[in-house]
Structures are given as structure tokens and as C-alpha cells.
T-cell receptor
């Protein structure tokens, strides 16, 4: 069983839509949860970072972690064509440990 | 404020040659992590280093791969006798004391002919 499972998509939405991206993980020891955005042939860019359960909001982005169901979500409101990228969820046991990544979901926002 | 730097950005090697990938962490960061991204796959952890120490190399292939992070200079990921299956994007990330996450560089894309 993979440590982190993520639907690879692809996912296409019209501009202005609300996007929901999700991951599940298997190890209850994971405490740190991140979302990275990766444009084609670029390095991953940190979008959101959450410790333990709960919600975190930053502008149009909201990250949710439900440790009871081992479920991680990223919501994008008022999606823009510039949001078109691959979104990677990642998790680790501690802040200094290596990250376990999902395979990424490719998102296209259509103008 | 310079981010994580990697060079070269693109590297072409023939089978059997050596590849050396370099990573300079963000200013103030002392932890370096190397990840490999194969086509259509997620990033896979390879090795975690601090200055002059390998902390976790559980993701490193047993042969041909090595990594170092000397007291002075960048971290280096070395792949000896490259094979076609080594073709991938190699990313370096950095973190530090009190930093609970990792920031990635632009990657080195290795192509083995």
C-alpha cells in the first residue's frame, strides 16, 4: 500500500469554478501535511502547510486535514487559468523528516 | 533572497558515464533533501543530509548512487555508471532548524543516452 494516494486526474474546470483536490494517507504517524503546485518542467512550489488536523486558509486556497479518516483536501475558490498546474499533496512524520508525495493531480482551468 | 539553487538544469550523459548534480540550499538552511521524479510519477525521497552527515539514505539505490553535503560548498548527488533508467528529474529541497517544511529547487533533468 502506498503511503499517499492521489487521484491523478486530469481535472478540467471552467474559470471561476471551485476546485476540490484530495489525498488519502495510510500512516497515522504523519503529522505534517503540505500542498505543492508544480508547473510543467519546474520545481514544486509550496502552497499550503498544515500541522495535525484542521483547516487553513490563504487567499483563494483552503487546506483541510481530517486525521480520523486520513484525508487531506485542497480547495481553490474562483479558479483562474494561472492555477493550471499539477498539485501534489505531501506528508511527513516530523518537520525534518522526508516527505511522502502523492502522484499529483493535473488541473486545467479553462478561460 | 535566493531560493534553492540547482545546477546544471539539464544534463546529458551516455550510458556508463558519471553524473554530478549540485544543490545549494536557501540561506540559513542546513538540511538538504534529494528527490527523484520519474515521468508520470510522484516525487520519491532519496536522501536527507545535514552538513557533513547523512541523516537518512533509506531511499537511495544501493549501488551507483551517493550523496554528500560538505562543510563548505553545495550538496552533491553523484550517479556512477549511469543507465537509461536513471533518466529523470532530480530535485533538491532545503529546510532548517525551526522549519517544518521543505522548499524545492528548480531541478536537474538528467537524460541518459
Amino acid at each position: 500500500q502506498k503511503e499517499v494516494e492521489q487521484d491523478p486526474g486530469p481535472l478540467s474546470v471552467p474559470e471561476g469554478a471551485i476546485v476540490s483536490l484530495n489525498c488519502t494517507y495510510s500512516n497515522s504517524a504523519f503529522q505534517y501535511f503540505m500542498w505543492y503546485r508544480q508547473y510543467s518542467r519546474k520545481g514544486p512550489e509550496l502552497l499550503m502547510y498544515t500541522y495535525s488536523s484542521g483547516n487553513k486558509e490563504d487567499g483563494r486556497f483552503t487546506a483541510q486535514v481530517d486525521k480520523s479518516s486520513k484525508y487531506i483536501s485542497l480547495f481553490i475558490r474562483d479558479s483562474q487559468p494561472s492555477d493550471s498546474a499539477t498539485y501534489l499533496c505531501a506528508t511527513s512524520r516530523t518537520g525534518a523528516n522526508n516527505l511522502f508525495f502523492g502522484t499529483g493531480t493535473r488541473l486545467t482551468v479553462i478561460p | 533572497n535566493a531560493g534553492v539553487m540547482q545546477n546544471p538544469r539539464h544534463l546529458v550523459r551516455r550510458r556508463g558515464q558519471e553524473a554530478r548534480l549540485r544543490c545549494s540550499p536557501m540561506k540559513g538552511h542546513s538540511h538538504v533533501y534529494w528527490y527523484r521524479q520519474l515521468p508520470e510519477e510522484g516525487l520519491k525521497f532519496m536522501v536527507y543530509l545535514q552538513k557533513e552527515n547523512i541523516i537518512d539514505e533509506s531511499g537511495m539505490p544501493k549501488e551507483r548512487f551517493s550523496a554528500e553535503f560538505p562543510k563548505e560548498g553545495p550538496s552533491i548527488l553523484r550517479i556512477q555508471q549511469v543507465v537509461r533508467g536513471d533518466s529523470a528529474a532530480y530535485f533538491c529541497a532545503s529546510g532548517g532548524q525551526g522549519t517544518d517544511t521543505q522548499y524545492f529547487g528548480p531541478g536537474t533533468r538528467l537524460t541518459v543516452l
